[in-house]
């Protein structure tokens, strides 16, 4: 059952309302976002809705000889009216195929074209961009066609667009994002708190969410998983990194070290295993521009150069901290020396993961008057160190509008000893004072007064 992506399916459909109007009836989309999060099975439920002759191709790590020829064969056993000037000619170039492809697509009518994991093609062909350009502008822009361009490399994506690229402003640019806990939450049948744990598991990709039974609860689902080499869960992690590094790559020293807790830059070096500072840096900064790793400084009236990273996509945490390590043992069908280990550090690892999404909740909700940004507030020797801080602006603060814990533990409220180290916290935080509203983010409740409470359940619903 196809859930969620209302708003994507809706945006695709006014981008195609689009095709075949004004004095350019051919339309084209950059269409980005993490691998695995759905990009391509969107794309293909948008044509079944559509109605129209389509064609898809999919392009993969290989020679330009290879995705040629794969694009030929699929170009003619597609549904366009012209598909059999694929088996009449033969194509050498890009330029060629893409060609020929415009005069096998309607004429006349509106039809529709993905041409998915554009950066491989880019890859083999460092002038298709500007080919691309060439063709859009001739054939395809002349033809009632909804062109979609997809890509998994982020930076890449975002670059052809820009304006020193050959096809500068020839398409408009959407972003496909993982689904979200609320998704999850209609999708498994969860309770607020449950789909939290499942979406921290999953990172809201549809092939892993395919595998989780509805209705059933983390250890449910990891009871089961964990004992099965080729599920979802656990393939997954190896084939995005597979994808964006080779096995050489420091890169994926660093994202281990990353995903096994360290956040600093100096423990981030310490846990590279004597990698030079500078090959270190330009690791990172590898990672910063392909999104793997996002960078956060505090959010406070005071400037600060305290960075700390994180992995950014969710479920790529998760295998990193789980996962990864147990590998061997998974494959050889221990899965539940893996799974002991999990359950007696999943407590406090959930109680850091849940972090960044509880921000972005909180981000989707009417919280006090002039929050325009929300973060978090640290010091080099963590005192203090606040999980929740909103301010006008953000990274320096004009005005602290708000300061918040976030209390994830089962069966354990936020409590008289919670809220008396969250006023020591207001305390010593640049920008705020005793006047500063206080939140309380709490999965098992709140007994104090004082402090605003809000529950998991709102969390979800600012998703809906």
């Known amino acids: 059952m196809f859930i969620g992506r209302e708003r994507e399916l809706a945006s695709l459909g006014r981008f195609f309302g689009r095709v075949g109007t004004g004095d350019r009836p051919g339309r084209a989309i950059l269409l980005r976002g993490r691998r695995r999060v759905g990009k391509s099975r969107l794309a293909e439920e948008f044509i079944?809705?559509?109605?129209?002759?389509?064609?898809?191709?999919?392009?993969?790590?290989?020679?330009?000889?290879?995705?040629?020829?794969?694009?030929?064969?699929d170009a003619a056993v597609s549904d366009l009216p012209g598909a059999a000037l694929f088996t009449e000619l033969t194509t050498a170039s890009w330029d060629s195929a893409l060609r020929l492809l415009a005069q096998?697509?309607?004429?006349?009518?509106?039809?529709?074209?993905?041409?998915?994991?554009?950066?491989?093609?880019?890859?083999?062909?460092?002038y298709l961009e500007g080919k691309l350009q060439r063709l859009f502008d001739r054939e395809f822009s002349?033809?009632?066609?909804?062109?979609?361009?997809?890509?998994?490399?982020?930076?890449?994506?975002?670059?052809?667009?820009?304006?020193?690229?050959?096809?500068?402003?020839?398409?408009?640019?959407?972003?496909?994002?993982?689904?979200t806990p609320g998704d999850v939450a209609t999708r498994l049948s969860l309770s607020a708190p449950e789909a939290f744990d499942a979406y921290l598991v999953t990172g809201g990709l549809p092939m892993i969410l395919d595998e989780w039974p509805v209705g059933a609860t983390v250890w449910d689902y990891l009871d089961d998983a964990l004992l099965d080499s080729t599920a979802a869960l656990i393939v997954s992690g190896e084939r995005a990194m597979a994808a964006e590094f080779p096995p050489e790559a420091q890169a994926r020293v660093l994202l281990k070290a990353i995903g096994s807790g360290q956040r600093t830059f100096s423990s981030i070096v310490r846990a590279s295993g004597g990698m030079p500072t500078t090959s270190v840096k330009r690791a990172l900064q590898i990672l910063l521009e392909k999104r793997t790793v996002t960078a956060e400084l505090p959010l406070s009236a005071k400037p600060s150069k305290e960075t700390r990273y994180h992995i950014a996509d969710t479920h790529l945490r998760f295998w990193l901290s789980f996962i990864e390590p147990g590998t061997a043992e998974i494959d050889r069908g221990r899965g539940d020396l893996a799974l002991r280990r999990l359950k007696r550090s999943w407590t406090a690892w959930r109680g850091t993961a849940v972090e960044p999404v509880v921000r972005e909740s909180l981000r989707r909700m009417d919280l006090h008057e002039g929050t325009g940004a929300i973060g978090g507030y640290w010091t080099r020797t963590n005192d203090p160190e606040i999980d929740l801080v909103g301010a006008d602006r953000e990274p320096i603060a004009k005005k602290i509008t708000m300061l918040g814990s976030i209390k994830w533990l089962e069966n354990r409220p936020f409590d008289d000893h919670d809220m008396r180290e969250l006023i020591v916290h207001q305390s010593k935080m640049p920008g705020a004072d005793t006047s500063t509203p206080l939140y309380a983010v709490s999965r098992s409740g709140c007994t104090v007064q004082g402090v605003r409470h809000v529950t998991p359940e709102e969390l979800i619903d600012a998703w809906r």
Do not use: C, K, W
């Open 48 to 73: 079944a809705r559509s109605g129209v002759p389509s064609f898809f191709y999919t392009a993969a790590q290989e020679s330009l000889a290879d995705q040629l020829e794969r694009f030929t064969e």
């Open 104 to 126: 096998a697509i309607p004429q006349d009518s509106p039809s529709i074209i993905v041409i998915d994991e554009l950066p491989f093609m880019i890859s083999e062909d460092p």
């Open 142 to 179: 002349r033809r009632p066609v909804l062109l979609i361009l997809i890509g998994s490399d982020l930076s890449i994506m975002e670059a052809i667009n820009q304006y020193d690229r050959p096809f500068y402003m020839r398409a408009s640019e959407m972003v496909v994002n993982p689904l």
